[in-house]
């Protein structure tokens, strides 16, 4: 039958404003978690990493928060610019040995950014 | 560094056919894997490979295949194409040294299936 479209969560700011895009994640026994950014025509860019030892870890105007206990993940973008504008991916992985370039992704979230 | 280059960028088949896609991944890297972005199911692992041996596979049809060569270079086939198979395959990369080596996204191929 017809597929339909993943209506993805949306977030608007204006600029230079600070963004915050969250997810959940289900697996309990995942432990390192990515954030992507995909722009139109484009893969899925690399933002930021974080493993599951850690809760808090910072990039440049990026920083991620991973919340084990109730299995939620966050993207905190500081200073948001019209360039940030794009679809963000939360993605994850466990250990093990099936675990080799298998992310499950989340839906991912859009974000606009209004001059 | 060049990043991870796939081509061709987009491919119109038609029901039937079989396609064949290609990746090369970023210098030094050994892994890659690919995936299959559709509106309806989001981004889907296929496969995996690391040092021309597929490690790793998603819940794909045996329709859909793949291989690495020794450059590290892979491909993925799709045969008998059905109308399904529309979406954007995205190549991705890493060292592949451990399980958590950041992947790192090429800008895919547009298979349109008509």
């Known amino acids: 039958g017809e597929s339909v479209g993943l209506h993805l969560p949306t977030l608007s700011v204006q600029e230079g404003d600070n963004s915050i895009i969250n997810c959940a994640y289900s697996?309990?026994?995942?432990?390192?978690f990515i954030w992507y950014k995909q722009e139109s025509g484009k893969g899925p860019q690399f933002i930021i990493d974080?493993?599951?030892?850690?809760d808090k870890r910072q990039g440049q105007r990026v920083t991620v928060l991973l919340n084990k206990t109730v299995k939620h993940l966050s993207l905190q973008i500081a200073a948001t610019q019209p360039g940030d504008s794009a679809v963000y991916f939360c993605a994850e992985n466990n250990a093990g040995g099936t675990s080799y370039g298998k992310l499950t992704f989340g839906q991912g979230t859009i974000l606009t950014v209004h001059p | 560094k060049a990043g991870v280059t796939q081509t061709p960028r987009y491919l119109i088949k038609t029901r039937g056919q079989q396609v064949t896609l290609s990746c090369s991944p970023i210098?030094?890297?050994?892994?890659v894997s690919w995936y299959q972005q559709t509106p309806g199911q989001g981004l889907q692992f296929l496969f995996e490979?690391?040092?021309?041996?597929?490690?790793n596979k998603g819940n794909f049809p045996g329709r859909f295949s793949g291989r690495q060569f020794s450059n590290s270079r892979s491909e993925m086939n799709v045969s008998t194409l059905e109308l399904g198979d529309s979406a954007l395959y995205l190549c991705a990369s890493s060292s592949g040294q451990a399980w958590n080596s950041p992947l790192h996204f090429g800008n895919g191929t547009r298979l349109t299936v008509t």
């Open positions: 210098s030094g890297h050994r892994s």
């Open positions: 974080i493993r599951s030892n850690m």
């Open positions: 697996n309990s026994a995942s432990d390192y």
């Open positions: 490979y690391f040092s021309e041996t597929q490690r």
